[in-house]
């Protein structure tokens, strides 16, 4: 008889492994490439700007400006609420390695669309849609790109904005970079740099600060489109190019899209291009 219930135990025994083996398969296929289960503990990695006022900046480990904000929107959305988010620094420079490299699962970090980084890197969006412009010192009388010929004009290191004016409108202006934009102000407000180029949004963002109101501004005068997307790996990747432009869409749609433009760009004198934007999301190749 002991023989006879010591067998039976056994047999209880593969049956409950088998059954906890079955659903511990069951669980890991559902949360595979569908997002994170909410309360799941699963982390998403997102990389932002940590130095543009309004778009992405540390504060103290509190992360805040516009593509934060979309950011948690789309990640709440693929299942990642914010204390499943890993927010990490991305330089414009280290983006596309970054990606490569599987250390980032997205970037919202003023990443414009365009087809040379399409070869390493895959997009959803765009979220919106900046125009180039420049910000000077009040005093100013520099108006737009023509005038900079002799100027000496900032911008970050692995940002194609300075170049696109050499190239395109004033062939005698002298480009420098710097690690951020916040660095190329400050170059500014020491003399040593006549203008700042970049996005009409993070230029905004600079302006608004309490450090710098009043003593530049931002001219007004764009000359480009730039689609900021959202950076994911070629190949891979947890989220969906798809599921993140149902993201923004729905951002756009319930109004908390525009509610984070107003919200980051307070005191900036700043309106958004509004035939150009709300973008509507390309279609994902």
């Known amino acids: 008889m002991r023989k006879t219930r010591y067998a039976?135990?056994?047999?209880?025994?593969v049956a409950a492994l088998t059954l906890s083996a079955c659903g511990g398969d069951s669980g890991s296929?559902?949360?595979?490439?569908e997002g994170a289960t909410e309360g799941s503990g699963e982390q998403?990695?997102?990389?932002?700007?940590?130095?543009?006022p309004g778009l992405g900046f540390d504060e103290g480990g509190n992360y805040a400006g516009f593509d934060v904000d979309v950011?948690?929107?789309v990640a709440n959305e693929l299942g990642y609420p914010e204390d499943q988010i890993e927010f990490i620094?991305?330089?414009?420079?280290?983006?596309?390695?970054?990606?490569?490299n599987d250390q980032l699962d997205m970037i919202f970090a003023t990443y414009s669309i365009t087809d040379a980084r399409k070869e390493k890197v895959?997009?959803?969006?765009?979220?919106?849609?900046?125009g180039q412009d420049l910000?000077?010192?009040?005093?100013?009388?520099?108006?737009?790109p023509e005038d900079l010929d002799g100027k000496n004009l900032c911008s970050v290191t692995g940002s194609t904005s300075a170049q696109k004016i050499k190239d395109n409108y004033a062939a005698g202006v002298n480009l420098l970079e710097q690690p951020s934009y916040a660095e190329c102000v400050t170059a500014m407000q020491g003399g040593s740099i006549d203008a700042v180029t970049t996005d009409d949004?993070?230029?905004?963002?600079?302006?608004?600060?309490?450090?710098?109101?009043?003593q530049f501004k931002v001219v007004g005068n764009t000359f480009s489109e730039e689609k900021y997307g959202v950076g994911l790996p070629k190949e891979g990747g947890i989220v969906k190019c798809e599921d993140i432009n149902a993201a923004i869409t729905k951002m756009v749609q319930d109004g908390a899209w525009e509610e984070a433009i107003k919200k980051n760009t307070e005191g900036a004198d700043y309106a958004f291009n509004e035939d150009l934007n709300p973008p509507t999301p390309d279609a994902c190749a």
């Open 44 to 52: 998403i990695r997102i990389g932002i700007k940590f130095d543009q």
């Open 135 to 144: 910000l000077v010192p009040t005093d100013s009388d520099i108006s737009g």
């Open 29 to 33: 296929e559902s949360g595979s490439s």
């Open 201 to 214: 949004i993070i230029l905004a963002g600079l302006a608004s600060t309490d450090a710098n109101k009043g």
């Open 8 to 13: 039976a135990a056994a047999i209880a025994a």
């Open 71 to 73: 950011a948690k929107y």
């Open 122 to 130: 895959a997009f959803a969006g765009p979220y919106f849609v900046a």
């Open 89 to 100: 620094s991305s330089p414009s420079a280290q983006r596309e390695n970054m990606l490569e």
